[in-house]
């Protein structure tokens, strides 16, 4: 995938808002993030009146704050289970909605709109994933939030997929499944989990695209082991889809940066300037705290938004 750079847009603004800043390149990828995060400069602007600094934040505490917020409502529940797993200081992967935030209750059957009479559709679905392989937690593997890239005949089809985990996330556990086609749809074969990077585990909400070359991309998710960041990671596949390369992080940030990303989005198109060639563009959500930062400024963590972008040079 090349050398990512992270690129500083200038400006701050309060709020948070999805930004778009196409930027033209000598490479495959362009990253646009909306960034929501608490910089030392600004923790000390809100500190410097208020006596002795207050004691440092860990990751679990911040974990544990925003999962208070209405941060946390907004996320996928990938990023929530990170999120979690971060807060409670454990490796057991969470289920269900955030605790206090149940799903409500169905309400009584209107009547079918129509007369109850469907319109048979033109189209024939198709499985994709193979329940045969669905093993490692019997009656419970699921498969979710679809996402699918064409080139020519060639068709691949990313989703969550929690076959390939136990309860706890381990090394080899992987939440991210795919499958792929060679005769335009027609019939798919699992390719099971994304293979995870050395130190990540990827945990699904999926998204792909492909070039006017054949080449397909997907974006996931992907936890980092070493420091419980949550980044967004992008896999290449020459061949179809039918193998991925391991994910690379569009942005890696600094070890005392408690950062998490979530609902990234890839599209490709012509460079600007080089029109024969295509570029990658992944946007999505991510917010940041400095670890050094006092807990005086924790309650400032969803409102600061700081624009910024990452590069991958090919």
């Known amino acids: 995938m090349g050398r990512l750079q992270k690129i ?3 400006g701050r603004a309060w709020g948070r808002r999805r930004i778009g800043a196409p930027v033209s390149i000598a490479a495959i990828a362009v990253a646009v993030v909306t960034t929501v995060v608490v910089t030392g400069a600004f923790t000390g602007a809100l500190t410097a009146a208020a006596g002795p600094a207050a004691p440092a934040l860990s990751r ?9 917020t209405q ?5 996928t529940a990938p990023a929530q289970a990170a999120l979690r797993m971060v807060a409670a200081g454990s490796r057991e992967l ?12 169905a309400g009584p059957a209107g009547p079918v709109s129509g007369g109850g009479q469907l319109a048979k559709p033109a189209f024939t679905n198709v499985r994709v994933n193979d329940p045969a392989l669905d093993t490692h937690q019997l009656d419970q593997t699921t498969q979710s939030e679809t996402a699918i890239a064409v080139a020519g005949s060639h068709v691949a089809v990313g989703y969550n997929d929690s076959q390939q985990t136990g309860l706890f996330l381990t090394a080899g556990s992987s939440i991210t499944g795919y499958s792929y ?5 027609a019939s798919f074969t699992d390719g099971g989990a994304l293979p995870n990077a050395p130190e990540f585990n990827n945990l699904g909400d999926p998204w792909l695209a492909s070039t006017r070359t054949g080449d397909m991309y997907f974006a996931n998710l992907a936890f980092d082991s070493l420091n419980q960041n949550l980044d967004v990671a992008v896999a290449k596949s020459a061949d179809g889809g039918k193998t991925w390369g391991t994910p690379v992080p569009v942005f890696r940030p600094p070890f ?4 998490f990303g979530d609902k990234p989005a890839l599209a490709a198109g012509p460079d600007p300037a080089v029109t024969a060639r295509d570029d990658l563009y992944a946007a ?3 917010f940041a705290a400095d670890l050094g930062n006092s807990s005086d400024s924790i309650a400032e963590i969803p409102q600061l938004v700081e624009r910024s972008a990452s590069r991958c040079r090919g």
């Open 71 to 75: 941060v946390a409502q907004v996320m």
């Open 181 to 185: 086609s060679a005769d335009g749809g």
């Open 60 to 68: 679990q505490q911040i974990a544990q704050h925003i999962l208070g």
């Open 284 to 286: 999505y959500d991510d």
């Open 8 to 10: 500083p847009i200038t």
């Open 94 to 105: 969470p289920t269900g909605p955030l605790p206090g935030h149940a799903l409500p209750a």
């Open 256 to 259: 005392s940066t408690f950062y």
